[in-house]
């Protein structure tokens, strides 16, 4: 009488073993690292497709990493940043590629640095990649 029971709760305990790790196969995560070659704090609004934006600050000097977990598949998902050369221009909008990661590794995925581009109206702010 006891071995049904036995084998029962042996039976959960390996789907609790092996039920993360499948699912964790399922998904993917995506990562993009932000860096600031300029002297001034950037402030800009990042948004991985179908989700709310953010607003995010990366200081002089310094980065910030975005990453979102999404469905396996053949595509990655990108990463849309907005942001202003000054505060009433409009927003310049980048949309760019991220890079598969293990989220449980310091990967910084695919990176893109703002750097200040001199140019005959002035210097901007550029997003680019590495």
Known sequence: MHTPRLLLAASAFALLLVG???ASAQ???????????TDVAITFDAAWEGQAAR??????????????PFPSGPTKPNLTVRYRQTRWAPRTT????SGHVDPRTD???????F??????????FVLSPR
């Open 107 to 113: 990967n910084p995925g695919r990176v893109y640095d």
């Open 55 to 68: 607003e995010m600050v990366v200081d002089p000097g310094r980065a910030v990493t975005v990453e979102t």
């Open 20 to 22: 993360p790790s499948a």
């Open 115 to 124: 750097y200040r581009k001199r140019t005959n109206e002035g210097s901007m």
């Open 27 to 37: 998904t993917q995560y995506a990562r993009v690292t932000i860096t600031n070659q």
């Open 94 to 97: 980048v949309e760019v590629s």
